[in-house]
């Protein structure tokens, strides 16, 4: 049972809708956004990144829980969102040093969560890499760098959202078979660990424990049964007494809405969403090619449509965190 002090409480209702179901919108990438705006044949700025994320903002936070933004190109877009909805703000520098082995993590350095607190965070998000076969003195590394991120947002009073993406050190890419084979070890054991007491970790933000890609059914290639395929999702749901949804790792709306209709007949008892390119990314091309009035249209139409379908799965297959949750002083 997840132990939250009033002021969590409170901070966690506002990212989440009356029942308990979190629904939120994802839009603190930077890296992939300047490639995005860049694979459509133009040169990104800071203000068309800022100016897109604060379009998305307006048009479709009225329609979701919470919204995720960065400090770095944000903080506008976080004061364009709909009353009715949270915000959460990143803490993790954008990618990772890869001349450096282990995909350490790091902070913003002009950045605190007492000052993210200030500009209105409803909760901090951070970003790890994490694979639990990784060399033990690198993952002691995360596992002391967790904890002392804990203790700030405990400090503050303020829920911290941990995402955990695994990867395989030996394993070139996440999309591989190879990787698919692994995926689920990788998944439930990482939630085990970041479920421990000493992290301080209110909601965990995660992959699904397999590549939809490989099961029966969904994918030309099968790798997992639908039986087997529904044991990872049991297992990852047991793997951890805290609230957690689920990311959407760039696969399209369709894929993610069977996804989640699959966990949850699975029995998964996961607690919402943090949807980000799966809604808006084909907006990025129309903002480019066209301007403003094009993207806004685009998510007027089909934005709203993306995250309206989304909402309506959520609502058939999330479980209310609240039921996982306890107040006390």
């Known amino acids: 049972m997840l132990k939250l002090s009033k002021a969590k409480k409170e901070a966690m209702d506002r990212l989440s809708t009356p029942e308990g179901l979190i629904g939120a919108l994802a839009i603190d990438q930077r890296g992939a956004l300047k490639k995005m705006i860049h694979a459509e044949g133009q040169e990104p700025t800071d203000d068309m990144i800022t100016h897109f994320k604060t379009l998305v903002s307006e048009q479709l936070t009225p329609f979701a829980s919470s919204i995720l933004l960065d400090p770095e190109y944000g903080l506008e877009a976080s004061k364009a969102r709909d009353s009715k909805a949270g915000l959460l703000l990143a803490y993790e520098k954008t990618g990772y040093d890869a001349t450096v082995p282990g995909r350490l993590p790091d902070l913003l350095n002009n950045w605190s969560v007492k000052q993210l607190k ?57 999309a591989s078979k190879e990787f698919a084979a692994v995926k689920p070890h990788k998944v439930i054991e990482m939630m085990k660990e970041f479920s421990k007491p000493q992290y301080n970790v209110d909601v965990l933000k995660v992959e699904v424990p397999v590549d939809m890609n490989y099961v029966e059914g969904y994918g030309e290639e099968v790798l997992y049964s639908k039986e087997e395929a529904a044991a990872f999702f049991k297992a990852q749901s047991e793997a951890t007494h805290l609230p957690f949804i689920f990311l959407s790792a760039g696969v399209s709306a369709a894929l993610f809405q069977e996804t989640l209709q699959f966990a949850k007949d699975s029995g998964s008892t996961f607690n919402g969403v943090l949807c980000g390119r799966a809604t808006w990314k084909n907006g990025v091309h129309h903002y480019v090619a066209n301007g403003e009035d094009s993207a806004v249209e685009w998510l007027q139409s089909e934005g709203r449509e993306n995250i309206e379908a989304l909402n309506k799965v959520v609502a058939q297959t999330a479980s209310s965190w609240h039921e996982k949750a306890e107040v006390v002083n």
């Not at 002691?140 to 009073?157: M, T, W």
């Open 118 to 174: 200030e500009q209105g965070a409803d909760a901090i998000k951070f970003l790890l890499y994490y694979d639990v076969d990784e060399d033990a003195s690198i993952n002691h590394q995360k596992h002391v760098f967790i904890e002392r991120l804990g203790s700030e947002c405990l400090g503050e009073d303020v829920p911290f959202y941990l995402e955990l993406l695994s990867y395989d050190r030996n394993i070139e890419s996440n």
